[in-house]
């Protein structure tokens, strides 16, 4: 008979003799030691995370501050928010649209303060977060909302100029708030969020060139902030959702109307582009509102709310994929 094999009582059948539960008893109870040991070694270098969990389980008697508040999607969320007994900071640059807006939301019966302000001017951003914050006691969710479309146009035919307004707004602009935000949020762990106003444009550059090449580089840093924060925020209890829409029925394509001298004055709209045609027939930032709070009830992080850019987005990381499987043959390795 083979070593290490016996014949099974009562049987003719050969088995292994480290299949006697006797033997394997003995086996395991030596190697439980070692297990045991590595275990506790690993438990030092790896971390476990929890799984995630809604953290807002209620909005009433909390505050939001919201930039880009005047029209579009930051007036859909604040009166979506402001529907929940919300306490709403409105802040935009257009302060007669701003003026509309706030007695809007006052009228649903919502506590609301609004701010003239310019995202790119930081220690405007600071003042104004800080005064909501004294006015309304804390700050619970933050908005990263204000953006422009930049000059829609090729980038072999855009300046400099061009490029300092849309990435100091969309871009700049974004963090200025957010880190404005920051230590009050902090203040109010699993009750805490920050929403972050990409795009679909933020994961795909759409084929043919639609001239969307500024908004697109600002769209994917949008992205990859907020996956970052993600990371760095949600062990200290505060949430991100990054908004990836398609087309919204807003003015942002006529956003160039409202750009300061520092970086050109106003700037010619775009409203022969097709996107600004599009967008008298996309989603109503109102129901668009009402999304953002059904995301960060459920804590999403990626909110895609029109889907019919899948095979777009498919394409670019199958590309990226594509790009990973030729690098030995680049490489040589």
């Known amino acids: 008979m083979r070593p290490g094999f016996k014949r099974g009582v009562n049987s003719a059948v050969i088995r292994p003799y480290w299949l006697d ?3 394997c008893g003995a086996v395991l109870g030596g190697l439980f030691p070692v297990l045991l040991r590595l275990a506790e070694k690993l438990a030092g270098t790896i971390s476990i995370r929890p799984a995630r969990e809604i953290l807002i389980k209620t ?7 919201i930039t880009g508040g005047a029209s579009g999607i930051g007036l859909g969320m604040a009166k ?4 929940r007994g919300m306490s709403v900071a409105l802040a935009d640059i257009d302060a007669v649209q701003l003026k ?26 600071v003042a104004a977060v800080d005064d909501a914050k004294k006015t309304f006691g804390k700050i619970n969710i933050v908005c990263a909302n204000a953006g422009v479309s930049g000059r829609m146009d090729s980038l ?12 100091d707004v969309n871009l700049k602009g974004v963090v200025y708030v957010i880190q404005a935000c920051m230590p009050y949020l902090l203040q109010n762990p699993r009750e805490a969020h920050i929403v972050i106003t990409s795009s679909i ?20 840093g949008l992205v990859g902030l907020g996956e970052a924060l993600s990371l760095d925020l949600e062990p200290k ?3 991100v959702s990054i908004l990836c829409p ?6 942002i394509s006529h956003s160039g109307r409202n750009r300061p001298d520092k970086y050109g004055g106003v700037l010619e709209t775009n409203a022969d582009h097709e996107l600004a045609k599009a967008a008298g027939y996309g989603t109503d930032p109102r129901q668009f509102g009402e999304w953002v709070v059904k995301a960060i009830e459920e804590k999403r992080l990626y909110v895609i709310t029109h889907p019919g850019d899948r095979e777009l987005v498919e394409t670019r990381h199958q590309r990226i994929l594509d790009a990973f499987d030729a690098s030995d043959n680049l490489t040589g390795n």
């Open 21 to 23: 539960s006797a033997a």
């Open 59 to 65: 909005f009433e008697k909390n505050t939001v501050f």
């Open 80 to 83: 979506a928010f402001a529907d």
């Open 100 to 125: 509309s807006a706030g007695e809007q939301i006052a009228a649903m019966g919502a506590p609301v303060k609004t701010y003239t302000l310019d995202v790119t001017d930081k220690n405007a951003v």
């Open 156 to 167: 072999d035919k855009v300046s400099v100029d061009d490029w300092d307004w849309i990435i």
């Open 201 to 220: 444009s933020g994961l795909r550059v759409y084929q043919p060139s639609r001239g969307q090449g500024m908004y697109n580089t600002t769209k994917y």
């Open 237 to 239: 209890g505060v949430g």
């Open 246 to 251: 398609g087309v919204v029925n807003t003015n």
